[in-house]
């Protein structure tokens, strides 16, 4: 190896501290350097070099980035190969192979997008949805297994679920129950509540598993809405909005059969009764009603409802 500056081949290696300047970040780090013996420049060794260069990424993406490793686990965590994963974060395969092996620093959007995916694995799926066309079939259902599963895994079960796991299939049916001779949709949501909320203060679980939020017409489903458009989407339901007297009714009527074999008896017995109790409330009778509840007085309004007020409701007294 020969010396730039001077053209002098005697040449050793020392210990050499560096700063390298990062995307405006200082680096500090030191490692070993080629040198000239007769003027001290640093001399071109490409292994050195190198080496030098992949410790400033990983300090760099340890300080400020995300950790390779970081990135391996998360693909992991998906059961993910490189080709999907990188398709899903819209990167090339090539590019995401040299931030898992620490080559490279991945740019603001993809730190961005890693480190969202991170703290909320779930967004997997809204993102292959926003770009379904680029996946094909078998794809799309390895993610949407893949996002399954972890939510699954993540399960948490606390007070505001009612300790349960989600259950789609009995929240739609819950619905197809209720919505059996049509309802108007701000009372569909508060039969759910009053449903749930019964069957735990008897059983100290939850029928669906929903957490229900406080909003100013009473407790709701935390995401109703896109439960409503899962049900549209599947055909289970007719939604129309009519107009009586200035206000806007939005009417749900089940277009298929309840399904009653996926509930235990006391579900059952638990729908029955709710429906019983208010089959004779109009939409604001119903809204009134929720309005007097511990559960829905003593919480914030947007903030989730603790099943621990299921013990205070009033249907049941
Ligand atoms: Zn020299």
Redesign the pocket.
């Known amino acids: 190896m020969k ?1 730039n ?2 053209g ?1 081949e005697d040449t050793y290696v020392k210990n050499h501290e560096h700063t390298f300047i990062i995307k405006g970040e200082k680096i500090n780090f030191s490692s070993y350097r080629r040198f ?1 013996k ?2 001290n ?1 640093l001399v071109y060794d490409a292994k050195l070099d190198n080496e030098a260069s992949l410790k400033a990424i990983e300090i760099y993406n340890n300080n400020y980035g995300i950790p390779k490793e970081k990135i391996v686990e998360l693909r992991h965590s998906f059961k993910l190969s490189q080709s999907l994963f990188s398709k899903i974060i819209g990167c090339a395969k090539k590019t995401l192979i040299s931030y898992e092996q620490g080559r490279s620093i991945p740019n603001d959007n993809y730190l961005i997008l890693l480190k969202s995916l991170m703290k909320e694995p779930f967004i997997i799926k809204t993102l292959v949805d926003s770009n379904r066309d680029a996946f094909t079939d078998k794809e799309y259902q390895k993610v949407i297994t893949s996002s399954n599963n972890l939510l699954e895994l993540n399960f948490d079960a606390n007070s505001y679920n009612g300790y349960t796991k989600l259950n789609k299939n009995k929240i739609y049916n819950m619905i197809l129950y209720f919505a059996n001779k049509g309802v108007l949709k701000t009372k569909l949501l508060k039969l759910m509540f009053y449903a749930d909320f019964l069957f735990y203060k008897n059983s100290c679980s939850s029928i669906t598993g929903l957490e229900y939020a406080k909003i100013t017409y009473g407790p709701v489903p935390d995401n109703f809405e896109s439960i409503i458009s899962d049900c549209l989407k599947n055909d289970l339901i007719s939604y129309d909005i009519v107009y009586k007297n200035d206000y806007e009714n939005h009417n749900i009527k089940s277009k298929k059969k309840f399904n009653k074999n996926i509930f235990t008896k006391e579900e059952l017995d638990t729908l029955n009764k709710v429906n019983d109790f208010f089959k004779d409330y109009t939409s604001s009778e119903i809204v009134e009603f929720s309005h007097k509840e511990k559960a829905f007085k003593e919480t914030e309004y947007y903030k989730n409802i603790s099943y621990d007020y299921a013990f205070d409701i009033n249907i049941d007294k």
């Open positions: 010396c500056l001077c002098c000239c007769n003027c420049n």
